[in-house]
């Protein structure tokens, strides 16, 4: 069974990250977002669908709630949040990797983050090319600033 997911726009979480944040950013921040909204709509179900079958491991969640946020250095798998970018698409390639992540669960034989994302990297990109939407940019980007922050991170 796939999980069902929800876009969240969360106050308090928001200030966690910027104290400055306030109910005008909260509505600022769900206008900007439409575009996005919109393709996860149209996309989130064949991305799970397609995760499942790539990785060949089942979901363990029936729901995934997905935070959207202003300001945040990276995104993170649990909670699942996202941040913000001008580009819809660089957001959608984001969800599907922590999407990723979170199919990941009770599979850490890993030794780093490094090993981590080699392994989901052919994943990931078979995931965005299959969607049917033109990615290429983006998951080049993407894929770029992932290894430099892994390799960063050792």
Excluded at 143 to 153: C, D, I
Aim: charged letters at 35%; one cysteine or more.
């Amino acid at each position: 069974m796939k999980p069902k997911t929800e876009i969240r726009y969360s106050m308090i979480y928001n200030k966690m990250f910027n104290k400055e944040f306030s109910r005008k950013d909260i509505w600022k921040l769900k206008e900007n977002c439409k575009d996005f909204e919109e393709l996860h709509k149209k996309y989130i179900h064949k991305i799970l669908n397609m995760i499942e079958k790539c990785h060949r491991k089942k979901w363990n969640y029936q729901f995934i709630p997905i935070y959207i946020v202003d300001r945040v250095p990276n995104c993170f798998s649990d909670p699942l949040t996202i941040k913000y970018f001008k580009n819809p698409k660089m957001m959608l390639v984001l969800l599907a990797h922590e999407l990723l992540h979170n199919n990941f669960v009770g599979k850490w034989d890993f030794k780093d983050s490094e090993e981590l994302h080699k392994y989901m990297e052919p994943i990931l990109n078979k995931v965005i090319r299959d969607l049917g939407i033109n990615l290429k940019e983006e998951l080049k980007i993407f894929n770029e600033k992932t290894m430099a922050l892994t390799k960063k991170a050792k």
